[in-house]
């Protein structure tokens, strides 16, 4: 009861309050984050049953259907989008493992991989990766999708990517919404390329 409170509270006195995923998050990631973000943004966890509780006593329901499966509040004096383009910046790649599900295609490149002739080609072909031996090292004969966007990485896949160095998964906080003075903004909306938009305003002038 008092943590709803607390939490009630703090919402209504904050410029942000956003809802983010922290389900593919490793810990120490998670750490580094909340390092990054300190003096801009601060990361409560708790229980989704009491989250919803804290949203519905601050008035904040419009929040609700942006909670996921693994939330976090987000309570900031930067505004959605800056509050976005701050989270988004700490995103890094990780590698594949076996189970994950590819969030786009994930295509291997033609050319050399700086693999040495031995049983790397076999765990290659094994993945559906066309590869030969030239001038001392592995070749991928051309570019391959090895996993189309939504398709479970297999032990095949995630072995060959890891080999090749190939780290295809992005990792961070997922902001799912935010709301701003009672303004909800969708992560669709808060998505926004930077450079198109400067291009397209350049292009019209």
Do not use: H, W
């Amino acid at each position: 009861i008092r943590l709803v409170e607390e939490v009630a509270e703090k919402l209504k006195k904050v410029r942000t309050v956003a809802i983010a995923d922290i389900g593919r998050i490793p810990s120490s990631q998670f750490q580094e984050i909340r390092k990054a973000l300190r003096g801009k943004a601060e990361i409560k966890v708790m229980k989704k049953r009491l989250l919803i509780k804290a949203l519905e006593k601050a008035g904040f329901e419009k929040l609700k259907g942006c909670i996921a499966n693994q939330p976090a509040l987000i309570f900031s004096s930067l505004d959605p989008f800056e509050l976005f383009k701050e989270v988004k910046a700490q995103r890094k790649n990780i590698p594949a493992k076996p189970g994950m599900i590819a969030q786009k295609d994930i295509i291997v490149p033609a050319g050399g991989t700086g693999l040495p002739p031995g049983p790397a080609i076999g765990e290659l072909q094994a993945a559906g990766i066309p590869a030969k031996i030239e001038k001392g090292q592995i070749v991928v004969i051309k570019d391959t999708v090895v996993a189309k966007a939504g398709e479970k990485i297999t032990p095949e896949i995630a072995s060959a990517l890891n080999k090749l160095g190939i780290a295809p998964f992005e990792a961070g906080l997922e902001i799912t919404g935010a709301l701003e003075k009672g303004i909800l903004f969708s992560r669709e909306v808060l998505e926004i390329d930077y450079e198109k938009i400067k291009k397209e305003i350049e292009n019209a002038y």
